[in-house]
């Protein structure tokens, strides 16, 4: 048996499909299918509270992906958590398929799984990933990563066809060990969306687990779902969040030389896409979206100063 969490945010008829497909094609397996809702606005939340087996959480306001997950997770008994994006489908056997791949005493210190995620078209998505490094995140400021695969991190080289070790899989399907989850606190909150699966990967890898894609199940998954609805920020979001993974897990100069090349000079080739797309929006959700970043920063770099003073006076 396992538990469900869903983050659901304004998702629409996107967690109904969601809901559905599971009590469908793999309920049998499922204990609860936690849904904590962020304070959605549209109703999506009262689409899915009578199926059955469905634990509906109400916060009052958006707390964010991590910190909502590990609301969810903090009912979960079974032993192993699914964190289940609302955008996505669940197919006939995939629960089933997952479960006996991790219970294979040879999977023993697999402590995450992601499976092969399909697009709308039936596509499949290649969403595996090495941790990212100053490289990857100097590349990717740039733009270079739209045109060089080293100065990415995601592995779109790779056809992700068959089952394998990664570093990361994508947390819209993110299976997980509950024991591991518990050993690492859950997910970071800082991270209000984006990295805060990539970091909990990376932890979990330093204390001796894996992550493993497994090619022998499927899901369809929505990419972009209910955030293509505030691109602007969720570019922020984006921004946000690789400085914080930057300035916890590179050293000082590395993340500082990051974070001046994000503030510098990232805005010029993702406008000059914007441009080339012809597409007044997207000029607009960048401005936005660098705006929000630049009034978020003075606050976070007092937060800095004012937590160093404290652990130097203590």
């Known amino acids: 048996m396992i538990d469900l969490v869903i ?3 304004n998702s629409g008829d996107l967690i109904y499909s969601c809901v559905n497909s599971i009590n469908d094609n793999g309920i049998k397996y499922v204990k609860q299918i936690i ?20 634990l509906l959480i109400r916060n009052n306001t958006n707390l964010g992906f991590g910190k909502s997950c590990n609301i969810g997770a903090k009912h979960a008994k079974s032993e192993f958590i699914l964190f289940l994006n609302p955008d996505t489908v669940i197919y006939p056997g995939t629960i089933e398929r997952v479960i006996k791949y991790m219970l294979d005493p040879k999977q023993e210190k697999v402590g995450i799984t ?16 090495e941790f990212p490094n100053s490289l990857h995140y100097i590349g990717r400021a740039l733009g270079l990563h739209k045109i060089f695969y080293y100065f990415d991190h995601i592995m779109t080289d790779w056809n992700h066809m068959e089952t394998r070790q990664v570093d990361h899989v994508i947390g819209a399907f993110f299976f997980v060990r509950n024991s591991l989850f518990k050993k690492l606190n ?12 990539v970091d909990f990967s990376y932890r979990a890898k330093k204390l ?11 899901s369809m998954h929505i990419a972009g779902g209910t955030s293509n609805k505030v691109k602007a920020r969720r570019l922020f979001y984006s921004l946000r969040s690789r400085i914080l993974y930057c300035y916890k897990h590179f050293s000082y100069i590395q993340a500082t030389f990051i974070l001046l090349a994000i503030l510098f000079f990232e805005p010029f080739p993702r406008i000059l896409q914007a441009i080339y797309q ?13 705006l929000l970043l630049w009034f978020w920063l003075p606050s976070w770099i007092f937060k ?5 003073i404290k652990s130097d006076i203590s």
């Open 7 to 9: 983050v659901n945010w």
């Open 304 to 308: 800095i100063k004012v937590n160093y």
């Open 208 to 218: 001796g687990w894996l992550t493993h894609y497994y090619a022998g199940a499927q």
């Open 114 to 129: 992601g499976i092969q995620l399909l697009d709308v078209d039936g596509n499949i998505s290649r969403h595996s990933s």
């Open 186 to 197: 859950g997910f970071d909150e800082r991270f209000f969306v984006y990295l805060e699966d």
């Open 278 to 290: 012809g597409s007044y929006k997207s000029l607009k959700d960048i401005f936005y979206g660098f």
């Open 35 to 54: 849904v904590v809702d962020n304070g959605s606005s549209d109703g999506s939340e009262t689409l899915i509270e009578d199926f059955p087996k469905v």
